[in-house]
């Protein structure tokens, strides 16, 4: 059975409008879990330990990771903290580009 490249995955999907469509609807989602998950990375920690930082569960580290929930500033202040960053939130004109 051969392997599949994620990227490869993503490019070959990326060709269907419907899919980049939801794909470009979730974009904001993926932008703070793919934030997150380099911070937490950045600081040489799993979810466990993040967890044990942060006074809660694997499962609630995973869920902000996964991009499926819409956290509080404090918790992001909460996450920021454990992992030694600095949260910053900006304001952008719309339909600005990161």
């Keep these: 059975m051969s392997r599949i490249r994620v990227d490869d995955l993503r490019k070959r ?7 980049r469509r939801e794909y470009k609807a979730l ?11 380099e911070a937490r990375t950045r600081a040489g920690l799993t979810q466990v330990q993040l967890a044990r930082r942060m006074k809660t569960t694997q499962a609630v580290i995973a869920r902000l990771e996964g991009g499926g929930s819409k956290p509080s500033t404090r918790t992001l ?7 030694g960053s600095r949260l910053r939130i900006t304001f952008e004109p719309a339909g600005a580009r990161p």
């Excluded at 202040?77 to 992992?83: D, I, K, N, S």
């Design 13 to 19: 999907w990326m060709k269907d409008s419907k899919y």
């Design 27 to 37: 974009e904001k989602e993926f932008s703070l879990a793919s934030s997150l998950l």
């Design 77 to 83: 202040e909460r996450y920021a903290e454990a992992t």
